[in-house]
């Protein structure tokens, strides 16, 4: 109802102003670069609004032609887009079958397709591995570092590289440049340990497991172990370069961190002992030796007290040996101190047995070594010395064997 009024009004007031234009139509002079033109007001204005009808038709007509190419042109993007994202698809499946040739064909493809699209990135990158093409593979993963989406990718393909190819530096670089970011995944900080491990930078690979991301990716358990290990590794480096001090504070740290790591207290024992603090030493070796007797223990405990006799010696072997009187470190803890001291019948005693088809294999070849040396050395009877030390051989048993130090955190674990 107000739209009809208002028409109305409009209405009127138009036949009002051309009835009064017809009463008094006025006059109008233009004069332009010589040129006179005069008519009425009247025809002036209608001049004008025919002016402006023509002006919005042309507007309208050019605003209708501009829609119809801009939709043309959508039409040939949104099919350039689908093919695109064919050979995208097709490039996937390529590198999924292992066709290293096709894969890198429908690349090509869809490069030319989508331009910068990042799932192009992606498929470059595969497609140059299966194809074994180092460069090509290099550079999708260099170009993939500009997007934060995916940087990830390419910084881990990169640091596969660089592992692969001895190059530690550049692939530590790029393990810790994706460690370093707020999303970090788990195989950024595992890749760094492992390098940081390898390379033997314990300090390093220290502060790595003190992050959230260690905290996320390994148990409470795990943890402990491993940084237990890491600073019994620190004190033996520190202990090899002189720094008995640094060592026997690593070490110290090792056992508050795990106290069932022998490793730890070994490294201890030895540290105070180049101090000429070994004594301070002597319980935490015999809590150790308490809970899992070793034969490097035994070599931790033995220089605690430097210049004793052998009968001290066997002393405090027997003393050290009643906290697992069983256990057949013990007992050939017990037989090598009364070998020293030339207890030839208590070095037997104690051997008794252990050179029996049940007993672990490096047990039996420790034993029959002691027993050859108790023939030897009591009796001069040579042929037996040579039966013992032959079964000794023939089990190929080596307590002299060090254990190689941990080259990645799986390693590290497993020998924690």
Do not use: C
Not at 189 to 200: C, F, G, P, R
Request: aromatic content about 4%; charged content about 25%; proline content about 3%.
């Amino acid at each position: 109802m107000s739209r009809l009024v208002l028409f109305v009004i409009g209405v009127a007031l138009l036949v009002a102003g051309a009835v009064w234009l017809a009463n008094d139509p006025g006059s109008v002079s233009l004069v332009w670069r010589g040129w006179r033109v005069d008519t009425s007001v009247g025809i002036l204005i209608a001049a004008v609004m025919a002016a402006v009808v023509v002006i919005y038709m042309v507007m309208r007509l050019l605003a209708y032609i501009g829609g119809r190419v801009e939709a043309f042109a959508a039409v040939r993007r949104a099919r350039r887009t689908q093919r695109g994202l064919t050979s995208l698809g097709d490039g996937f499946a390529a590198v999924h079958a292992g066709q290293g040739q096709a894969a890198r064909k429908f690349a090509r493809e869809a490069a030319m397709l989508l331009n910068d699209n990042p799932a192009v990135l992606m498929l470059r990158k595969e497609a140059a591995a299966l194809a074994g093409d180092a460069d090509e593979m290099k550079a999708a993963a260099q170009a993939m570092l500009s997007r934060p989406e995916t940087e990830l990718a390419g910084l881990r393909t990169l640091a596969l590289k660089g592992m692969k190819d001895g190059d530690v530096v550049g692939a530590l670089t790029h393990a810790q440049r994706a460690l370093a970011r707020k999303d970090a995944p788990p195989w950024a900080l595992t890749m760094v340990l492992d390098m940081e491990i390898a390379t033997e930078r314990w300090g390093d690979a220290l502060a790595a497991l003190e992050s959230r991301l260690a905290r996320e990716a390994f148990s409470p358990g795990e943890l402990a172990r491993m940084k237990s290990r890491l600073l019994a590794l620190q004190a033996q480096t520190a202990l090899g370069h002189g720094d008995a001090a640094g060592a026997a504070n690593a070490a110290k740290k090792a056992i508050d961190a795990d106290e069932s790591n022998p490793g730890a207290v070994v490294m201890f024992a030895k540290a105070m002992a180049a101090q000429g603090k070994g004594r301070k030493a002597s319980s935490v070796v015999e809590r150790a030796w308490a809970a899992q007797p070793s034969a490097a223990l035994l070599e931790a405990y033995r220089v605690l007290v430097p210049g004793e006799s052998v009968l001290d010696w066997a002393r405090r072997i027997d003393g050290l040996a009643k906290a697992a009187p069983d256990h057949a470190e013990s007992r050939l803890a017990v037989a090598i101190a009364s070998l020293e001291a030339q207890l030839w019948g208590q070095a037997r005693n104690r051997l008794q047995g252990l050179t029996n088809e049940d007993t672990a294999p490096d047990i039996r070849a420790r034993a029959a070594r002691l027993l050859a040396d108790v023939e030897s050395r009591e009796r001069g009877d040579t042929d037996k010395a040579a039966a013992w030390l032959q079964l000794a051989l023939d089990i190929r048993g080596d307590t002299a064997q060090k254990t190689a130090k941990p080259k990645s955190v799986a390693e590290l674990l497993a020998h924690a």
